[in-house]
Structure formats: C-alpha cells, structure tokens
C-alpha cells in the first residue's frame, strides 16, 4: 500500500520561501513518477511540478516556473519541493502524488498520478 507523508507547510509572507518534503512508503520510489499538485480555495487541483522516475525530466506550472524546484530522492523515497518568491496567490492545499510512468516520463496532469498524500496547508499572506 502506497503511503505518501507531506510536511513543510504553514503561513508566511509574501516573498518568503518554503520547502515541503513527501515521504513515500509501500513503493519502490525510482518506479514511480511524482507531483505536487494543489488546489486553491474553489479551484480545481493543478500540477505545480512533476519529476520523472530517473529524475533527468520535470514540469513546472507557467505560474511557479522561475520560483519552484522539485528534486527527489530515490535512496531517501523522498521528493522535495523548494518554493521561493512565495506569492498570495500560492496559497493552497499541496498534495504529493505518485503515477506509475515510463522511465523517462514526466507526469503533468492529474489523471496521471494514483496514489495521493493527505495534503499540507500553505498559506501565502500578503
């Protein structure tokens, strides 16, 4: 059974930075791509940014590109996200997810992932 554990949220000003952090267990993390997506108050869920099972491909939103990374590590089953230049419109529920991918590819729409974290809050105070 896939489990996936988020943490690293909380409040912070505009401009500041955070990095979440999702601990998978139950899988074997190289055979999984992940994300993060997340999902504003009465908005859709969106993928922020996704990293391919080898972690040579990633995919950032048009809105985070310049302002967030996303990294893995496979020998940790961990998967990072480093978030600067927060911005009020950031704030959301982050849900880490996993998708059973080809080696090489990189996972960009919900539809994508099967296993899903709980989410952790970020709020993004102007």
């Known amino acids: 059974q896939v489990q996936l554990v988020e943490s690293g949220g909380g409040l912070v000003q505009a401009g500041d930075s955070l990095r979440l952090s999702c601990a998978a267990s139950?899988?074997?993390?190289?055979?999984?791509?992940m994300g993060w997506l997340r999902q504003p108050p009465g908005k859709d869920r969106e993928v922020v940014a996704a990293?391919?099972?080898?972690?040579?491909?990633?995919y950032y939103a048009d809105s985070v590109k310049g302002r967030f990374t996303i990294s893995r590590d496979n020998t940790k089953n961990t998967v990072y996200l480093q978030m600067n230049s927060l911005k009020p419109e950031d704030t959301a529920i982050y849900y880490c997810?996993?998708?059973?991918?080809?080696?090489?590819?990189?996972?960009?729409?919900?539809?994508?992932?099967?296993?899903w974290g709980q989410g952790t809050q970020v709020t993004v105070s102007s």
């Open positions: 997810a996993a998708g059973q991918t080809e080696y090489n590819m990189v996972p960009t729409t919900a539809r994508d992932f099967g296993s």
């Open positions: 139950g899988l074997t993390s190289d055979s999984y791509g």
């Open positions: 990293i391919s099972r080898s972690g040579d491909g990633t």
